[in-house]
């Protein structure tokens, strides 16, 4: 069974501060996906990374797609309010895009001001 | 933007009872999808459809469920008797190809009393 683990799972912070968190895995994935959720709302789709060491920028926030393609990371810088969320990275396995998507469990980010 | 839009926001609905769930995929997207996400824990992938038929489906989605696509704009999920435990936030999806991000709907919440 291919898993994707997010951590941290919690994560509560300063207005200001930066930010990393994760998405692991131990298997390849042909792209992956990062999402923000917020209570009772469905995911959004903040990005999707393809290429293995593809780097994206939406504003704030900096995706990273490692070179395996086994794992990603997001890292905040000046973290604000409006930036809490639950974030969620969902995969597709393998090397080609038949496969369905893998979602981690979230990273739960709290930002205070 | 477009959005994909889902109704009724919140069923309340009695054990053994049968419910629809109705959604309203951007309309030049092809392909569909509904998630269950039970509160708290990670988003469950139930079915993707395509070109009219069930493309991929989970453990999850048993004889219980079913989807249709009735007409050109909507598309359901019927859970049929439903049980304490299908409890949970039903989110509909769609994109525009398999590779493609995912823009998922507000969700229906779903409460089996």
């Known amino acids: 069974t291919q898993l994707l683990e997010q951590s941290p799972q919690f994560l509560s912070i300063q207005e200001g501060e930066n930010l990393t968190v994760y998405c692991n895995s131990s298997s390849v994935f042909s792209s992956l996906q990062w999402y923000r959720q917020e209570p009772g709302e469905g995911p959004v789709l903040l990005v999707t990374?393809?290429?293995g060491g593809e780097v994206k920028k939406l504003k704030r926030l900096t995706f990273q797609f490692g070179d395996a393609r086994k794992d990603s990371s997001l890292h905040i810088t000046a973290a604000q309010p409006g930036d809490t969320g639950l974030y969620l990275c969902?995969?597709?396995?393998?090397?080609?895009?038949?496969?369905?998507?893998?979602w981690g469990a979230g990273t739960k980010l709290i930002i205070k001001p | 933007e477009p959005e994909v839009t889902q109704t009724p926001s919140h069923q309340v609905t009695q054990m053994g009872q049968e419910v629809i769930l109705r959604c309203v995929p951007i309309?030049?997207?092809?392909?569909f999808y509904w998630y269950r996400q039970i509160l708290g824990q990670k988003v469950e992938f139930l079915v993707s459809f395509y070109n009219n038929e069930i493309s991929e489906k989970s453990e999850i989605f048993d004889d219980q469920f079913s989807v249709e696509r009735p007409d050109g704009s909507n598309f359901t999920l019927k859970i049929r008797s439903t049980k304490l435990e299908d409890s949970a936030m039903y989110f509909c999806?769609?994109?525009?190809?398999?590779?493609?991000?995912?823009?998922f709907g507000s969700g229906t919440r779903l409460t089996v009393v």
């Open positions: 309309s030049n997207h092809l392909y």
């Open positions: 969902a995969g597709r396995a393998g090397m080609d895009s038949n496969y369905q998507l893998i």
């Open positions: 999806a769609s994109s525009e190809g398999k590779s493609y991000g995912y823009t």
């Open positions: 990374v393809v290429t």
